[in-house]
């Protein structure tokens, strides 16, 4: 086994307060394509990039253009939990792993069973009315071609944070008390390009910190152990 896997093997098993912060790189080994990677969803062949799609502004402006991206790319039925999602839940049941702190929107780790997952982009799987706030199953999105609509008239928009748009506060200040607070943080499979997500890793104090992922990061001079390999055989051997 690699030395630094086996060292953060190692980190773990003596800590029961281990956190981890992740991002689309947790998901891309479900077939779920990141935003930055090569074959990520940058690199697909669409009109804008999806950081312009999935902003206020487009949604407001374009609402049908949203939801042809939002069919196409976003629906994720039948999508199943890989490995790192499936140890971090088993992570917390062995009250190893406080929280997962992700930037996803796939509701992954939930479904691999973790528990205290905060979703400081919110969740593809939930809606409501972006006029009343009624709230609406994503199966409203999803469906046929022309513009969800509530009864009230307002279009139904899904329950994500879109650029422009503020974190909530109430999850923000949790991810900060869990980072500021662990005493192993894992960060794993994101750019940390995205702000202000990416800023709350500022918050950790300790000296355990392992980045796993497959490129280097604008915070790789700053960790403390560097894993450049996939996350689900990382995870697969911690
Ligand atoms: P990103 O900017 O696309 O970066 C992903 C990172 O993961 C890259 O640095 C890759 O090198 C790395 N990576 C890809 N696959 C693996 C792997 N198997 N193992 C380890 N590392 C890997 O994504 P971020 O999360 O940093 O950016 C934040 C955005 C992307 C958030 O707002 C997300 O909501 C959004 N996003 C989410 C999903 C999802 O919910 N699954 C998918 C695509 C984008």
């Known amino acids: 086994m690699n030395e630094n896997i086996l060292k953060l093997k190692e980190w773990i098993a003596n800590s029961d307060n281990v956190v981890f912060f992740g991002g689309a790189g947790v998901s891309t080994e479900s077939g779920i394509p990141d935003f930055r990677s090569v074959d990520g969803l940058y690199n697909q062949k669409w009109k804008y990039p999806p950081e312009t799609i999935l902003s206020h502004s487009f949604f407001e402006r374009y609402p049908e253009e949203y939801y042809r991206f939002h ?42 069973g973790s528990k205290n997952v905060l979703e400081l982009h919110g969740s593809i799987l939930r809606a409501y009315c972006s006029r009343c706030r009624r709230p609406y199953p994503q199966e409203e999105m999803n469906k046929g071609t022309g513009l969800p609509r509530c009864s009230c008239g307002g279009i139904i928009r899904p329950d994500i944070v879109l650029y422009e748009e503020p974190l909530d506060q109430d999850i923000v200040s949790s991810a900060v008390h869990y980072i500021r ?58």
Do not use: C, M, W
């Open 71 to 112: 069919r196409e790319k976003l629906v994720i039925d039948g999508v199943q939990p890989n490995r790192a999602h499936l140890r971090l839940a088993e992570l917390e049941r062995e009250g190893k792993l406080r929280a997962v702190i992700t930037q996803n929107i796939d509701g992954l780790h939930q479904a691999a």
């Open 181 to 238: 607070n662990a005493d192993v943080l894992i960060i794993g499979g994101t750019s940390l390009n995205v702000y202000p997500a990416a800023g709350l890793i500022n918050y950790y104090r300790g000296n355990k910190l392992a980045l796993v992922n497959l490129s280097e990061t604008p915070y790789d001079h700053y960790a403390d152990l560097i894993i450049h390999e996939k996350i689900g055989e990382v995870f697969s051997q911690i």
